[in-house]
């Protein structure tokens, strides 16, 4: 991965655009760029869009201002202490999902599911914190569903969830995770009873008669360059068609609506 700069002239001033970008070498030794990461625009003329101010930790444990400039161009003169870096040397290392994974966190946070599940998965004798190995379940199921042995072997080291949890890759042994799926099932009435609760707190829902499914269809095309259809597990067996999943509740009121 490297950075990537594109300029444009507009309005007579020159503008760059910084780019993280991927290089894959394909089948027919073409080479083709994927961009990683948008960083947006580091301009003269355009103090604003470029300055990017972060907090970082002295010492003391005290939080300060810092604003980040390239090293080619002199910081204008700012109310906190300027950092220079040379935009030619940077690299990126082991890049994560962050912000999907700590988004999952919080809606559990949300649910209070931790209030539910902690005396009900309490820690092993052994060290083994199962309420974390369900987080990891739910926000891989919540994010990318795929098989516990993807979820192993691929997803959770490219993901950011184990520095959110304080885990390591032991959390995502793919018998940890088969052991914690054997513990849940004995409390499936328990949660779906929790969840219904939590819902009409939150929605003010009422219900004589609750019904919910949850199903998929496929598509016989080519997954699009954007949008909800992925290749994933397909109860069809067609594995070679991208698929979506549609879910849906419905109460007197038809709130919430339904959901793709």
């Known amino acids: 991965m490297f950075l990537c700069a594109k300029t444009r002239k507009k309005d007579g001033k020159l503008h760059r655009y910084w780019s993280v970008v991927e290089s894959r070498r394909t089948a027919d030794d073409r080479v083709l760029q994927r961009q990683v990461l948008y960083l947006g625009e580091i301009n003269d003329s355009q103090k604003a869009a470029w300055t990017r101010a972060i907090k970082v930790f002295a010492d003391d444990g005290e939080a300060q201002q810092v604003a980040i400039f390239p090293d080619d161009r002199a910081a204008p003169q700012l109310d906190c202490e300027t950092v220079h870096i040379r935009l030619s040397e940077l690299s990126l290392h082991r890049p994560r999902q962050w912000g999907a994974c700590w988004l999952a966190l919080e809606l559990w946070g949300q649910l209070g599911l931790d209030g539910f599940w902690s005396p009900r998965l309490p820690p092993s004798r052994q060290g083994t914190r199962w309420l974390n190995v369900l987080k990891t379940l739910t926000t891989y199921r919540l994010l990318d569903p795929g098989s516990e042995w993807r979820l192993h072997r691929h997803w959770y080291r490219h993901s950011a969830l184990g520095d959110l949890l304080g885990e390591d890759e032991g959390v995502a042994q793919s018998d940890t995770l088969y052991r914690c799926l054997d513990k849940l099932l004995a ?34 095309s080519e997954p699009p360059g954007a949008g909800k259809r992925h290749f994933g597990y397909s109860r069809d067996k067609r594995f070679d068609c991208v698929q979506v999943v549609i879910a849906l509740v419905v109460t007197p009121e038809g709130f919430p609506p339904p959901t793709r």
């Open 187 to 220: 409390q499936k009435k328990a949660v779906f009873s929790y969840l219904r609760g939590r819902w009409q707190d939150l929605f003010g829902a009422r219900f004589e008669v609750l019904l919910y499914g949850l199903t998929s269809t496929y598509f016989e």
